[in-house]
């Protein structure tokens, strides 16, 4: 059932066994995975079934380095979906050495493996409709493909691993009538939860507070309490809630909003290949679009001491008409009509000068060929198409690429999100965000380059030439990479070093969880929100088990104040 907090009288009280607040890709998946459980589920979502000014201007916030991070209400959608209504669907598990303690990476290891993860991976891919949950050329497909890199036979890196891709799936769109249809769950829009309630003693989660943006509030006592606001709303929530615990919930020893990551990612150099080259995506039997990537392998991260970095072969940048290409200089020309988190990594804001953009013009006009089929191919296998092709690949008649690279960053307590002196119509403390890079970052990168130019040298299938010195330049030129907010909530088995627990149970309060990227020790090379559904998979099987445990004096009861 979908309800509206509109509809609820002020002061009205909710009750359940689980209180799921956010119906992004995480808390919708652990909504999906109750029903029929036999509990009564409530999940309470701050926005609507569409976008409304007034409730993402909530999501605003102070970024200390706006050089290095977006405006907090960009790459954040607060409405039913979450940020699924504009997620790129790039879908790949993390690796088993994500969770391993490595000498090499500070503040590394989780207190959880893989193997804790992967029966939840194909049920996850499910949901993102990835198709199945197989991750190598080899399994994926029956018929040999042609090799990415022909000759690329290398010790170091391997190239048969893929990344697929969902339709990209809008969870609140895709899961709507299924929301509608459930009897075990009511999903309330428009209640946005302001306050999470303790006991005196710090130890249960007695009520929540929701508002809407008209003033109505409403109360929500639940047996078992998730979080899945995203990987900063969470951490901004918990921080925000001080009526017991004076530095906010689960903050006692001043973890809470530190340890965040996003990715570091850029576009670099110029290979030079001898023969053709496989750039394109591969299609699964069932529809899915999957692309190989150039991985270092496990064993060679922990020889070189890499982090875990994956790259792509990638066009050139599209600001410089130098590369004659009418597709991307038509690309950059309509750059105002492709959306900021998108544009952002295209063209970059770039404003170009006349001159450039009439070399660019005429690229379109000497190219248009090229130009003409590709409107054809945006037409019909994106806009038009249920599954849409997932970027653009521009085939080099030269043999000529760039590299785009995709790292895990360290974790660092110094990058980190606290409460700003600023409030939102709501009253609740706005997020400022001080994100950032390492020294570590910067050398792990430029390894992994390293090692990659002379892999390509010594297999003889071309030449990789980039400027070493750019490497930290070209890894920050836009920042963190925008839409992954992982860290500030992070997992562990002590208190004094973590946030939750290996169940994802807040340290010291039975019955407080947390679900999402946030609570991701590492980042790994690989997008967050396979993996963040799969763990909150697992934690709505762990609820589903705990459903006897009660904890006392648990009010049921439901109504108005009278
Ligand atoms: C442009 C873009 C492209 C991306 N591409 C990819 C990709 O290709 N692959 C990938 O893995 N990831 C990608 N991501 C990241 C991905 O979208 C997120 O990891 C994922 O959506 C996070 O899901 P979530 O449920 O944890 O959080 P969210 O999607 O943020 O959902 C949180 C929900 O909680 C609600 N909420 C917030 N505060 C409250 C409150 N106080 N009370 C009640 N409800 C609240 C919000 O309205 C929202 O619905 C991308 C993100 C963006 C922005």
């Known amino acids: 059932m979908i309800i509206d907090a509109f509809d609820l009288p002020e002061g009205h009280v909710l009750a359940a066994d689980v209180c799921i607040v956010g119906g992004g890709a995480v808390g919708l998946s652990m909504a999906l995975h109750l029903i029929?459980?036999?509990?009564?589920?409530?999940l309470l979502e701050a926005g609507g079934l569409d976008v409304e000014t007034d409730t993402q201007a909530l999501y605003r916030g102070e970024v200390a380095d706006e050089t290095m991070h977006s405006p907090l209400d960009r790459y954040r959608e607060r409405r039913l979906g979450g940020s699924t209504t504009t997620w790129?669907?790039?879908?790949?598990?993390?690796?088993?050495?994500?969770?391993?303690?490595?000498?090499?990476?500070?503040?590394?290891?989780?207190?959880?493996?893989?193997?804790?993860?992967?029966?939840?991976?194909?049920?996850?891919?499910?949901?993102?409709?990835?198709?199945?949950?197989?991750?190598?050329?080899?399994?994926?497909?029956?018929?040999?493909?042609?090799?990415?890199?022909?000759?690329?036979?290398?010790?170091?890196?391997?190239?048969?691993?893929?990344e697929r891709f969902s339709c990209p799936t809008d969870f609140g769109r895709r899961y709507r009538h299924k929301l509608e249809a459930a009897r075990n769950l009511r999903v309330i829009l428009h209640a946005n939860v302001t306050a999470v309630g303790l006991n005196p003693e710090a130890t249960v989660v007695e009520r929540l507070t929701a508002r809407t943006l008209k003033g109505r509030q409403i109360g929500i006592r639940a047996r078992q309490v998730v979080l899945a606001n995203g990987g900063l709303e969470s951490t901004r929530l918990l921080l925000a809630s001080r009526d017991v615990m004076d530095k906010g919930i689960g903050n006692g020893h001043d973890i809470l909003g530190r340890y965040y990551m996003?990715?570091?990612?850029?576009?670099?150099?110029?290979?030079?290949?001898?023969?053709?080259?496989?750039?394109?995506?591969?299609?699964?039997?069932?529809?899915?679009?999957?692309?190989?990537?150039?991985?270092?392998?496990?064993?060679?991260?922990?020889?070189?001491?890499?982090?875990?970095?994956?790259?792509?072969?990638?066009?050139?940048?599209?600001?410089?008409?130098?590369?004659?290409?009418?597709?991307?200089?038509?690309?950059?020309?309509?750059?105002?009509?492709?959306?900021?988190?998108?544009?952002?990594?295209?063209?970059?804001?770039?404003?170009?000068?006349?001159?450039?953009?009439?070399?660019?013009?005429v690229n379109v006009v000497l190219d248009s060929p090229n130009t003409i089929g590709f409107l054809w191919h945006l037409l019909?296998?994106?806009?038009?198409?249920?599954?849409?092709?997932?970027?653009?690949?521009?085939?080099s008649k030269r043999h000529l690429h760039s590299l785009d690279f995709h790292a895990e960053q360290e974790p660092n307590p110094e990058s980190r999100v606290t409460l700003s002196d600023q409030r939102d119509a709501l009253g609740l403390p706005r997020l400022r965000v001080d994100w950032r890079y390492t020294r570590g970052d910067v050398e792990s990168v430029s390894r992994f380059l390293e090692l990659l130019a002379g892999e390509i040298a010594a297999t003889g299938v071309g030449r990789f030439e980039y400027d070493p010195e750019t490497v930290e330049r070209?890894?920050?030129?836009?920042?963190?990479?925008?839409?992954?907010?992982?860290?500030?909530?992070?997992?562990?088995?002590?208190?004094?070093?973590?946030?939750?627990?290996?169940d994802?149970?807040?340290?010291?309060?039975?019955?407080?969880?947390?679900?999402?990227?946030?609570?991701?020790?590492?980042?790994?090379?690989?997008?967050?929100?396979?993996t963040a559904i799969a763990l909150s998979l697992r934690l709505a099987a762990h609820l589903r088990r705990r459903a006897s445990a009660r904890p006392a004096g648990f009010d049921a009861t439901e109504g108005s104040p009278s």
């Open 504 to 530: 994802c149970r807040v340290h010291g309060i039975a019955n407080l969880y947390l679900a999402g990227p946030a609570v991701f020790p590492t980042s790994s090379q690989a997008n967050p929100t396979l």
């Open 88 to 162: 790129g669907g790039r879908s790949m598990p993390f690796d088993p050495i994500d969770f391993e303690v490595r000498d090499y990476m500070p503040h590394s290891g989780w207190p959880i493996g893989r193997e804790d993860l992967d029966p939840y991976f194909p049920e996850a891919n499910r949901l993102c409709e990835a198709g199945r949950f197989l991750y190598t050329v080899e399994e994926a497909f029956d018929t040999p493909r042609q090799p990415m890199m022909p000759g690329f036979d290398s010790a170091i890196f391997t190239t048969n691993t893929l």
């Open 262 to 361: 996003c990715h570091v990612a850029g576009t670099i150099g110029a290979i030079q290949f001898n023969r053709p080259v496989w750039n394109g995506y591969d299609i699964a039997d069932e529809g899915t679009y999957c692309r190989r990537r150039i991985a270092i392998r496990p064993d060679m991260q922990r020889r070189h001491r890499t982090g875990n970095i994956i790259a792509r072969l990638h066009h050139p940048r599209i600001t410089d008409p130098g590369h004659g290409s009418g597709v991307l200089s038509m690309l950059y020309l309509a750059r105002m009509f492709i959306p900021y988190e998108y544009g952002k990594r295209l063209h970059g804001g770039v404003k170009l000068g006349l001159g450039t953009q009439v070399r660019h013009a």
């Open 474 to 502: 070209e890894m920050t030129r836009y920042g963190a990479y925008g839409g992954h907010h992982i860290g500030t909530a992070r997992m562990g088995v002590s208190p004094r070093t973590s946030v939750v627990d290996p």
């Open 36 to 42: 029929g459980s036999g509990l009564d589920v409530l």
């Open 380 to 395: 019909r296998d994106r806009r038009l198409a249920e599954r849409k092709f997932p970027s653009i690949i521009v085939r």
